[in-house]
């Protein structure tokens, strides 16, 4: 059994979709699960229609429309007119109308989970819908069925026993079955596993079927040492080891989603991350080797950072009670950690303030201790870096932070104005 993840950009327009047949015919479609995301930017057009629906703002109907007229114009591009798919897209945004029209919830989370899989259940819809009428037959999953999870939405937690007893049992592995990423279920309820979350629901049905590999299919040549549109050379990485990967991906690496690799490495299945547009390449490949092949220093960006020092008011010294209280705080505010430094009295944390709670736990933590924020600095991470690559970093501007083990050299540098 193989896994197939097929993303945003891989069924972006009909001519995409049309490479996805291609690859499958080329890869050969038995046994084969193929986990697909929302199409192109969509993700982030349901977030804006979610946002207007939630602030209750005129922007509700133009971004449902551009929702609508979006993959209409999929449709156009792949069918002829009265397929019954139109049937099945139409049935989708009528309930998504409907679920707009009875919600009471204004919990944003919940109700963002109930909106936004709708990208992907078009999606995965139109998909089999066309491979279907050309001749490439499969099984369209609900994969709510099967990825169970808890109830934290934008970020649920998989129940593993109950999705591996519900994935071994239901899933005929003889098929082409087609599925969306992303989503889950608690109880009645859809949940997602966190933006980008694609990857890990290939990595899911990976480890429960126990399947032979897991292949990501991608616009790029596979996993590159640096970001294409941040650095001018990169080179493509033939082999990574898991443990590597696993450090890339902590350290903010986002070809492959953080959680994907744990899974995988638990059953020594290997991650092929390869270019849809060619298939005769062999991308790279994650398994159970030795570091990385070639040795490069590996470049990971992260923007938009925070970089916050916190000391004690009293002028206490930042050990295990005060820094465990910061800890609490940051947890409470879902503002994800990408570094730590702390010295006797000061404590620094670079953080990412996806949730917009960065002023809220200002607030909260100014009663008892000083704090310094710089905004809008950027966190450089290089893997098996040298002496050129950190000096590299430093013409990008100033740095404020510098931390360097063994195997990694982090910088957190308040940029030059371009
Ligand atoms: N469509 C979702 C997103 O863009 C999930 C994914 O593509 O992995 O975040
Ligand atoms: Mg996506």
Redesign the pocket.
């Known amino acids: 059994m193989r896994i197939f993840k097929f993303?945003?950009a891989s069924v972006k327009s009909p001519d995409a979709v049309k490479n996805v047949a291609r690859v499958l015919q080329h890869e050969g479609v038995e046994e084969t699960l193929v986990v697909i995301?929302?199409m192109g930017k969509?993700?982030?057009a349901f977030e804006r229609l979610i946002n207007a629906y939630h602030n209750n703002t005129d922007d509700v109907e133009e971004a449902f429309k551009f929702i609508k007229v979006f993959h209409n114009e999929m449709l156009l591009g792949l069918f002829n007119k009265g397929h019954k798919v139109y049937d099945s897209i139409n049935f989708l945004f009528g309930e998504l109308s409907m679920l707009m029209a009875k919600n009471t919830s204004d919990d944003y989370d919940y109700i963002y989970d109930q909106m936004?899989g709708f990208?992907?259940l078009l999606s995965t819809s139109i998909v089999s819908a066309y491979l279907n009428e050309i001749g490439i037959t499969n099984t369209w999953l609900d994969v709510r069925e099967f990825i169970k999870t808890d109830d934290r939405f934008r970020g649920a937690k998989v129940d593993w026993k109950l999705t591996e007893a519900t994935i071994v049992n239901k899933i005929d592995r003889s098929k082409l079955n087609i599925t969306q990423?992303?989503l889950g279920r608690h109880r009645d309820t859809t949940t997602t596993l966190g933006?980008?979350?694609?990857?890990y629901t290939a990595g899911i049905f990976a480890y429960c079927l126990g399947a032979e590999s897991v292949t990501i299919w991608k616009d790029v040549p596979g996993v590159l040492n640096a970001d294409p549109r941040v650095f001018d050379e990169t080179e493509l990485l033939r082999k990574i080891s898991y443990t590597e990967a696993i450090e890339m991906a902590f350290y903010g690496a986002s070809v492959i989603?953080p959680k994907t690799i744990q899974p995988l490495e638990q059953k020594q299945i290997p991650l092929y991350v390869r270019s849809f547009d060619n298939l005769d390449q062999e991308g790279t490949s994650v398994s159970a080797c030795y570091g990385i092949e070639p040795e490069v220093p590996c470049y990971i960006v992260k923007k938009n950072q925070i970089l916050v020092s916190i000391s004690a008011k009293d002028f206490s010294f930042m050990v295990e009670d005060n820094i465990s209280a910061v800890f609490k705080k940051l947890h409470n505010y879902k503002l994800k950690v990408n570094l730590i430094q702390n010295s006797a009295i000061s404590f620094s944390v670079c953080i990412e303030d996806k949730f917009n709670e960065f002023e809220n736990f200002y607030k909260d933590l100014q009663s008892s201790f000083n704090i310094k924020s710089y905004k809008n600095v950027t966190l450089y991470t290089i893997r098996h870096f040298d002496d050129i690559a950190i000096k590299n970093i430093k013409t990008r501007g100033k740095a404020i932070i510098r931390q360097i083990n063994t195997e990694t050299a982090q910088l957190v540098i308040q940029e030059n104005m371009q």
């Open positions: 993303g945003g995301s929302a969509m993700t982030n936004v990208g992907e990423g992303f933006r980008e979350g694609s990857d989603h």
